[in-house]
């Protein structure tokens, strides 16, 4: 079957630190895959998509790259902000549609 | 510019009295979805529209049902909320459902059962 696996958070960086986040995934086929941010109490928000192979995912300094031989959707700042503070959800979808989410990881950035 | 509608943001009812929750989209997109979030938690997909073509999840509780009158609008009915049903509610749409098509959600309903 088809599943995602987000390492366990809290995550919990200084302002400008390096954040990577590791996204695994398991799925027939080819999936594309997808990054999400939920900032409290709101919905979420499309962060980064990759559709095949070795495609770089990025959009406000996060970037991600689509790695079939390990399986991995690797998210990956250089900087970190305090306004990144965020739940971030690691996601595939196959041909038929459904959007397949990871637990989750939440970031919590200090000034 | 607010693509995916979510109406009320905050929702209270009581045990057992029906509630409706309501999403609209600006996008005229074919698909439009519904899931449930709890605290902590990934969204958990309770059904979707594509065009009139309803696609029940097996597991969503009959408790749960849907409308979706035209294209821009669908609608959660909870016909006797539990105090488990008590989440964020999260709305949805997606062009059409081939796996590059991104998802694009609303800003969610609040839903506090007393």
């Known amino acids: 079957g088809n599943s995602v696996t987000q390492m366990e958070g809290p995550v919990t960086l200084s302002e400008e630190a390096f954040l990577t986040i590791n996204c695994t995934y398991t799925a027939t086929g080819y999936p594309s895959l997808f990054w999400y941010v939920q900032y409290p109490g709101e919905g979420l928000q499309l962060l980064l998509k990759a559709t095949k192979a070795d495609d770089k995912g990025s959009n406000k300094g996060f970037e991600a790259t689509y790695r079939k031989e390990t399986t991995s959707f690797h998210l990956e700042k250089g900087s970190v902000q305090v306004s990144d503070s965020a739940v971030y959800f690691c996601?595939?979808?196959?041909?038929?549609?459904?959007?397949?989410f990871g637990q989750g990881t939440e970031l919590s950035v200090k000034p | 510019d607010a693509m995916v509608i979510q109406n009320p943001r905050y929702q209270v009812t009581q045990f057992g009295k029906p509630v409706t929750l309501s999403c609209s989209q600006t996008?005229?997109?074919?698909?439009m979805y519904w899931y449930q979030q709890k605290s902590s938690q990934a969204p958990k997909l309770l059904f979707h529209?594509?065009?009139?073509?309803?696609?029940n999840e097996a597991d969503t509780p009959d408790n749960f049902q849907s409308r979706r009158p035209n294209t821009s609008f669908c609608f959660l009915d909870i016909r006797s909320p539990g105090l488990g049903d008590a989440a964020m509610y999260l709305c949805?749409?997606?062009?059409?459902?081939?796996?590059?098509?991104?998802?694009?959600f609303g800003p969610g309903t609040r839903l506090t059962v007393t």
């Open positions: 949805a749409t997606s062009r059409d459902l081939g796996r590059t098509y991104e998802q694009y």
């Open positions: 529209y594509y065009d009139k073509d309803f696609n």
């Open positions: 996008l005229n997109h074919n698909v």
């Open positions: 996601a595939l979808r196959n041909q038929g549609g459904k959007l397949i």
